[in-house]
Structure formats: C-alpha cells, structure tokens
C-alpha cells in the first residue's frame, strides 16, 4: 500500500455537470500532483500543489483546478465536464525531503456520459 | 508534442526470458528518470529509477540503462515472470520540479509461463 488513498473509485457524471474528487496523502507529504489517464495512455500531468499553493501546471483548461488542505488532503475540481474527460485520475504525493519519489493511489475512474 | 517516447507498445516473453523496453526523451532539461509498473485497477508504482550521472543501475532483477549522448533509457528485466505481467511506464521530470512527470505512452507485458 502506498498509504495514498482517493476517492471515489468510480465515478458517472453527465457532459456539462461538475465533479470533485479527492486525495488523502501520507503524513509529511508536501506535494502532490494530479494526473489524467486516458484508456491506453500514460498518465499526463495536470498540476501540482507545494504547501497548498499551485506549483506548476500541464496543457490543461482552466476549468480543472484544485485545492490542496494543510491536513495533507487535495481535490482536483472539473467544471464543465466533456466526453474527454473520462479517464482515470491519479494523485501522486511526495515527501519533502524526496520530492521525485512519488506515491500514486489506485485513482478515480470517471466516466462523463 | 509526447516528451517521453516509448517502444514497444506491447512485449511478449517466455518466463525466464529477457524483457526490454526502450524510451528516448528530447528536453535536456530531465535529470531523473523513474520506471512505473502498473497492474490493472491499480495506481503506478515505481520500480527503479536514475539520474543522469550514471550509465547503469540495477535492483534485483531490474536494471536500467542509461546512455545520456542519445537521450535514451531502457528498461531490462531478468528472468521475466508470470507476476511480471503488467503495464510499464518510464517517465522523466526536470530539476526541482518534484513530482511533475513527463510519462511514456507505455508497454504492455506479458510473460508467458
């Protein structure tokens, strides 16, 4: 187990609608970045919070943002959802002292229909 | 535009055998360069992973190679497995820039017993 654990698993939501998923990270890690999977691809980054601020983001809209809680939680928020849109999330947080070393959930499988 | 590009798509060895996978990256801004391994249902766990200072690491069965001059990396497992079987992804990510990975499109193996 690493100790990362999302939620929900499984996800339907319809085009247009709003969706909130969440991360809950170990104790002591800092930073954590969220990943889409399309079936069949790799994962592609689509930000990543340090200390509850955005620290960097992927070729990603607007309406993709997130938050992260001093609690070592996160959300990855998607407004206006599309077709697209369906994949596989994926968290990744890390500690502060190795911040390459990445712990990755089991992720959220959305469906938008 | 992929920054981590990765062959083959999908492999096939006989249990004992030798399995490779190969990735070239052009940004030249990479200084590591991680290996996931991904079962179904699951979030990617890593493996093994180097910085570019070195041409060769090795971890039980799992070796990477590292040629920086051409920019490629490649995965070698030794005495490939059943328990093998799963999606392999190599990455890369830039200088302080944590846990932002740049993922390949991925290998799927499958050894046979």
């Known amino acids: 187990e690493t100790g990362v654990t999302q939620s929900p698993t499984h996800l339907i939501k319809t085009r247009g609608q709003q969706v909130t998923l969440r991360c809950s990270s170990q104790?002591?890690?800092?930073?954590v970045s969220w990943y889409q999977q399309a079936l069949g691809q790799g994962p592609q980054f689509i930000f990543q919070y340090y200390r509850e601020e955005e620290n960097g983001r992927g070729n990603f809209p607007p309406r993709f943002s997130g938050l992260q809680f001093p609690n070592y939680s996160s959300e990855l928020n998607v407004n206006a959802l599309e077709l697209d849109d369906s994949a596989l999330y994926l968290c990744?947080?890390?500690?502060?002292?190795?911040?390459?070393?990445?712990?990755f959930g089991q992720g959220t499988r959305l469906t938008v229909v | 535009q992929q920054q981590v590009k990765q062959s083959p798509q999908s492999l096939i060895v006989q249990k004992g055998g030798i399995s490779i996978i190969n990735c070239a990256y052009e940004n030249t801004a990479f200084d590591y360069f991680p290996w996931y391994q991904q079962f179904p249902g699951k979030g990617p766990a890593l493996l093994i992973a180097i910085r570019p200072d070195v041409s060769e690491k090795k971890e039980g069965r799992f070796t990477i190679s590292f040629n920086k001059s051409a920019k490629q990396f490649s995965l070698h497992i030794m005495d490939s497995q059943p328990g093998d079987s799963a999606t392999y992804f190599c990455a890369a990510s830039a200088l302080n820039t944590g846990n932002q990975f740049y993922f390949g499109t991925g290998t799927s193996l499958t050894v046979i017993p």
């Open positions: 104790s002591g890690h800092n930073t």
């Open positions: 990744a947080s890390s500690p502060t002292d190795r911040p390459t070393e990445a712990f």
